[in-house]
């Protein structure tokens, strides 16, 4: 029986003998995966609080090589690939080209094989499910020390920046600081609002575009939102974008994946964003294997850097 909601979601993409070796897990390990991960002729993973997870067939679960795994055939891969295009590759042939594929509940599937010269991935051998989480609540501390300015949520792959992300949109929202925020979401990949799934919260409104300098421009023009809210800046245009709603008057609130305060200021895309004005606030996560988030000001980041 799968108990996880989100656990329950993506089963319409798993070939049977991946959904029956996921039924036998106990409760507490079916709540904590992130990700589930198929290798062609490999062993069956599981992603769990950062540590890669090998499931046998009785639902064990172990951390090395042992007897009874799960393997993975070019069947499994294939099969698991169709259901994941429910049936046409050419309806996600963009997504493809990016190395992904949106699910119906807007979770994302990463996808490696062979690309091919024109862009088709083609010999599909790995697969990834990552689960996409709503946890109310998570985005408390983040904002009793939030100062109400522009926000760069930071933090290691694996940290929780879109989960936090999306409770501190539904919170902003929702009014949890004494005002109700319109919220516009450039939601590229589908992840901030899992396909329109997630609460965002009562005053948020989501644009689903894979050009988020496009979507924040749209957005900007006719949304009037207070804030304008995507995962990571990835390029320059998106930079642009960003700065064009500061100088309008609207805040930004974005992700960025780095370890610490070096990588922040010299990452080229970060380093930017920092000194363009747009963000007032950083708060850095911590891995998974503990810490405290660290909060500081753009202005304290740099005078850091002066003293």
Do not use: W
């Amino acid at each position: 029986m799968i108990t996880n909601d989100a656990l329950s979601n993506v089963l319409y993409a798993l070939p049977p003998k991946i959904k029956g070796a996921l039924f036998n897990l106990s409760p507490t390990v079916q709540q904590n995966v992130a990700e589930i991960r198929l290798r062609k002729n490999l062993p069956f993973s599981l992603t769990i609080q950062g540590e890669t997870v090998f499931l046998k067939t009785d639902g064990q679960t172990c951390f090395s090589l042992c007897n009874g795994l799960v393997y993975i055939t070019e069947d499994d891969i294939n099969q698991c690939f169709h259901l994941l295009c429910d049936a046409s590759v050419f309806a996600h042939e963009n997504e493809l080209r990016e190395g992904f594929i949106i699910m119906k509940n807007g979770c994302r599937a990463g996808v490696c094989g062979r690309l091919s010269d024109n862009g088709t991935m083609q010999d599909i051998t790995s697969i990834n499910i990552r689960i996409s989480r709503e946890i109310k609540g998570c985005a408390n501390e983040l904002l009793s020390n939030y100062n109400g300015g522009g926000l760069l949520i930071a933090g290691p792959p694996g940290s929780g920046k879109t989960t936090i992300l999306r409770d501190f949109i539904r919170q902003l929202s929702n009014g949890t600081k004494g005002k109700i925020n319109r919220i516009a979401v450039i939601d590229s990949r589908s992840e901030i609002s899992g396909g329109g799934k997630l609460d965002l919260g009562l005053a948020t409104d989501v644009l689903q575009a894979d050009n988020k300098a496009v979507g924040a421009e749209i957005a900007l023009r006719t949304m009037f939102p207070d804030y304008i809210a995507f995962d990571e800046i990835g390029n320059v245009n998106e930079l642009n974008a960003v700065s064009l709603c500061f100088s309008s008057g609207v805040k930004v609130i974005t992700t960025a994946h780095v370890e610490n305060t070096f990588d922040l200021k010299n990452r080229e895309i970060t380093r930017r964003l920092l000194l363009s004005g747009v963000i007032d606030q950083v708060v850095i996560l911590p891995s998974l294997y503990g810490g405290k988030p660290q909060f500081i000001t753009t202005k304290e980041l740099y005078r850091e850097a002066a003293v």
